[in-house]
């Protein structure tokens, strides 16, 4: 009888060791995480949330609590729904064009050459990802330059016979800020496709040879569905990457010609810190961010990407 308690009281100890290590690895582990996303994250939308019930502006003064910052948006805000629709052109087309298709391409091309090639032609993608902003939107300057010098017009007079040089900032700019935020967007989607890639077992292209299958159909049947959850994960994360950045647009077009390439989130930012109205920029980022959850939420359900997440078949304690 003794040694049976002596075994009970054993056994509760082992439990409640286990779960004091537990608590302690669940600390050190995802502790700090916790505190970095209150900090940076949870708060930061709580101040949002408040700064815009005021009337805080340049003064840096509040008067009191309002609604009028929601009312300026759904009632006196005209440039709203055109900066609204350009966003929308923004985001697809950036993300329709380089970030998942040219991004897929890239990948299946530099994947079927050698590996010293394609790494080679990986690494030049890269090079505007790991370039500052400043330097690589310099280079965009100089290339669509309106003076006879820019790039783009040195190669249309000089090998084309164009007569006059273009001024695509002014002509063209949506097509710009779209190209220039593409090539930086593409990178990220090939690197993530080309791991996927590479992840395919061999063995199914050379089984695909062998029934006759060509390139394309081994790409239409193999690749792809292989690449359904990279896929999936480039789209949603780029789109909210692309509905909260703007600095590549600040700098090389500064959301111009007057506010042709303003999007959301630069708009907001002209609203708060150029226009000094802090409260009423506080209400549209209030927005994004219900707009960004939105997108998530829509997206995880449209992809399913639940089933990428579901818990294993077999569990290994």
Sequence with gaps: MTTTADELMIERRGHARSATRMRANF????????????????????????????????????????????EKIFRGDRRLTPVI?????????????????????????????????GSFFRGVWLLPRMSPSVLYILLWLWAVSPAEAGLVNQVLMQGFGLDAPLDLLTSAPIALII????????????????????????HLFHAAAVDGAGTFAQIRFITLPA??????????????????????ILLLTKGGPFYDTTVYALYVYRRAFESGQYAYGAALALFLIV??????????????????????????H
């Design 291 to 316: 707009i960004g959850v939105a997108v998530a939420l829509l997206g995880w359900r449209f992809f399913d990407m639940e089933r990428l997440l579901q818990r294993p078949r077999i569990e290994v």
């Design 85 to 117: 629709g350009l966003t929308f052109i923004y985001v697809f087309g950036t993300l329709a064009i380089f970030n998942v298709t040219f991004g897929l391409i890239l990948a299946i091309a530099t994947t079927s050459l050698r590996n010293v090639s």
């Design 27 to 70: 600390l050190i582990f995802l502790g700090p995480a916790i505190v970095l996303t209150v900090l940076f994250f949870i708060v930061p939308v709580l101040i949002d949330i408040a700064v815009s019930f005021t009337d805080l502006s340049r003064s840096l003064r509040i008067t009191g609590f309002t609604l009028e910052q929601y």
């Design 179 to 202: 190209i220039s935020n593409g090539f930086i967007g593409a990178s990220m989607g090939m690197i993530i496709f080309t791991a996927a890639i590479r992840g395919i077992p061999e």
């Design 227 to 248: 690449l359904r959850w990279p896929i999936s994960f480039v789209t949603i994360y780029q789109t909210l990457s692309l509905l909260v950045s703007f600095e590549y």
